[in-house]
């Protein structure tokens, strides 16, 4: 027999309540994990569906809170290309709107010379020709969901657009968006002659000093900002906003489960008071009482840290399969944060029997035998 | 020569000085000896042979070990886990561990390995007797049969004394006898130090040595080879 068999021995005197235990753990981790990867997956796929697009920096407002926020002068788009270095400038107005299902999508207006045009990848039909209007290109899993071909019609707030074609992007914001020409799109939300931010191709995107100072020329125009695509939403409130509520979520479900564990402990060693005076008794120190304890804590956070993972990937499948966040982003945690997360329960599990294990070296052999 | 454990005016008071459980005691027991502490309940027996263990401090006074005085908490764990085999009057064996196990738990920190720590389990079962319950709970053993464990337990880190507080109290005559008697064997063949605690003045006839205490002092102490007489 050694600690660890001895510990197991322990937890299982009480099986519900070990089993409950674990299973608090397990569930405060796959929380964390698929909150925590809901942040992390948001930012990670509205990059990812800029720089399908082939840009390289996006241009906002500046000073506005949200990417999608404020408008820019269309017409910016022609100061911009003027830039040394600038290969190309594609404006963009985006949208939520009404389908005429009563379901709200993401729609994109591209104008006629977009670059953006030259990255679309078809899964059927085609792209939509010269200053054709009324025409739009329906990402694939979006299509599928509404069970749309090229050659169906769709309705964007009221008005009917033929699709032309349906996508096929990468990212899951790309495969549920619907993109039209600009022209319509300005028409159909009442903003003439704007557009949401402007995404800038570099002719020498690998050159940093080039970036910094086509950067700096672009903001010296005066009210607008510019950031390169991996860093467009480091300053967006309301990313930050979800990223704080979800983050602090995950945090305050990752402690319960180390207080579970803590409790647990607790509870055991009130009722095992008696035993652990015997111990002392024949000779067990305080360092080995108090590793017999931790131990109990590192078996319960390390089984609950792992069906804790187990959690967490399914719970972001089933956050998936919501439309209302599957059609916008794809929780898919990284296995970094999922390794990180069951090291930080098994490591806080660990910590928080630290507790429990004091107190049952702090209390005498005497009066725990019952002899004082 | 220098005695196994010496009490130099050694007081014990709890709940502030209010109860007074030994007074100014002195006493030295020598390696090898038998002795029994004698005396009524509430008499000071108990703290006695908690406070030959460390498993309590004196408030006032001096205890030795081997004619040193043992310092600190860190010693008095060293040598209960080493020198000290302890029995107590309910067993205190550990309910969800077997008989092999609650024996090996004593060995824990002892510096041997899993498979010695099994052997030496293995045989201070077969010293008591209990070789063929090994697996067994202490719930499926019968009270005697679990302070043999105890026992089991108290002598499989080769202790030099062996310090039993009212072992009998739990059993009925018959298993108290055959108790007493193993306590005694062990205490002849291996030569440990048998400290006895019990109320049982037939019981405390059979050691060699008799210490009495009441009301906290040792009234009396007595020199004869009695379990020898007796046999």
Known sequence: MNHLQLAFRNLKRRPARSVLTAAGVALAVGSFITLYGLSQSVEQNVEQSIEEHGADLTVRRSGTAELFGGTIPASERARIAQIPGVAAVSGELISLVATDRDEHVLASGWAQDSFFWQ???????????PGERRVALVGVDLARAMQKHAGDSIGLLGEQFQIVGITRFNSIINRNVVNVPLADMQ???????VVTFLSVKLAHPQDPQEVERVVQDIETIGGLSASKSENVLRNDSMIGLLRAVSRSMAWVALLMGVLMVLNTLLMAVLERTREIGILAAIGWSTERITGAIVIEGFILSAIGSAAGVVIGVFGSHLLNAIPAIGHFVAVRPTPGLIVATALAAIALGILGSFYPAWLATRQSPAIALGRA | MTALITFEHVSREFDGGRIVALKDVNLAIEKGQSVAVVGNSGSGKTTLIMLMCAIMPPSTGTIRWNGEPVATPKSWTSLRRSEIGIVFQDFNLFPTLSAIENVEVATFGTGIDNRERKRRAEAALKAVGLSARETHLP???SGGERQRVAIARSIVNRPTVILADEPTGNLDSGNGAAIIDLLFDLHQSRGVTLVLVTHDAHLAAS???QVR??????????SLRRREVIR
């Open chain 2, 213 to 222: 205490i009441k009301d906290g002092r040792l009234t009396e102490q007595s």
């Open chain 1, 119 to 129: 990255n679309v990848p078809l899964e059927e039909g085609r792209l939509p020709n």
């Open chain 2, 207 to 209: 050691c060699a040595r």
């Open chain 2, 139 to 141: 719930h499926q053993l």
């Open chain 1, 187 to 193: 028409e159909l939300t009442f903003r003439p002659d």
